[in-house]
């Protein structure tokens, strides 16, 4: 199901929210029955969270159906709001806008090319999949570029043949190109997914619709 909705005028929903298969994560500030239209397309819980005292989830944490990983400057209290979830916070400073730098599903995840190994290692562990680095679009930020489930990646249109093959290998999904939100290519900031369903920004057209319901296996 898709449902095209914004947030007080916004309709870059993928910087305000979260979702796997099991919860959608929203800021305090949406309105009760846009939470509940959330519930409905995705399939899942909302809870309401903040991180770091901001409400920017999207860009601050990423998730699958194993754990979830947020930025280093989430508070103890705000973790635990995430029960029922292994949560864990990235063990370093700087990159720590994960929903940013993270890419991920059930199967592996694409990473900023600056991760070093170790922090990889936590990634793998976490997540509890394949971690490999790389771009899209040549571009480093690969969790605002692209969304992904355990069905398909919708990627940036300018995303390169060398990346969109290491996208579906490491993913192990087909990668399908596409805006949203009428011609924005930073995908993954105006759609919120998983294997159920989509949020998609008010502003995406129906062109834009039809190639994001093919490319994450909707139909």
Request: hydrophobic content about 35%; glycine content about 10%.
């Amino acid at each position: 199901m898709l449902t095209k909705m914004d947030f007080s005028g916004n309709p870059y929903v993928g910087v305000y929210c979260a979702s796997n298969n099991q919860f959608v994560f929203v800021s305090s500030l949406v309105p009760k029955s846009t939470r509940k239209q959330m519930e409905e397309a995705l399939e899942v819980q909302s809870k309401m969270l903040t991180l770091g005292g901001s409400t920017v989830l999207g860009s601050l944490m990423c998730l699958n159906t194993n754990g979830s990983i947020v930025t280093n400057f989430a508070d103890v209290a705000e973790i635990e709001c995430m029960e029922g979830l292994r949560v864990e916070p990235i063990p370093q400073r700087r990159l720590n806008a994960v929903g940013n730098t993270i890419l991920c599903n059930d199967n592996g995840a694409i990473v900023h090319p600056r991760y070093n190994k170790s922090t990889i290692k936590f990634i793998e562990d976490v997540l509890g999949v394949e971690v490999s680095r790389g771009t899209i679009a040549g571009l480093k930020t690969v969790g605002s570029t692209a969304v992904s489930n355990n069905k398909g990646v919708l990627c940036h249109p300018y995303v390169e043949d060398e990346e969109k093959e290491l996208i579906e290998e490491v993913l192990k999904v087909p990668v399908t190109i596409s805006t949203a939100n009428y011609g924005t290519p930073q995908i993954g900031a105006c759609i919120v997914a998983n294997n159920n369903g989509a949020v998609v920004g008010s502003t995406t057209t129906p062109i834009e619709l039809g190639r994001i319901e093919e490319g994450l296996g909707y139909y």
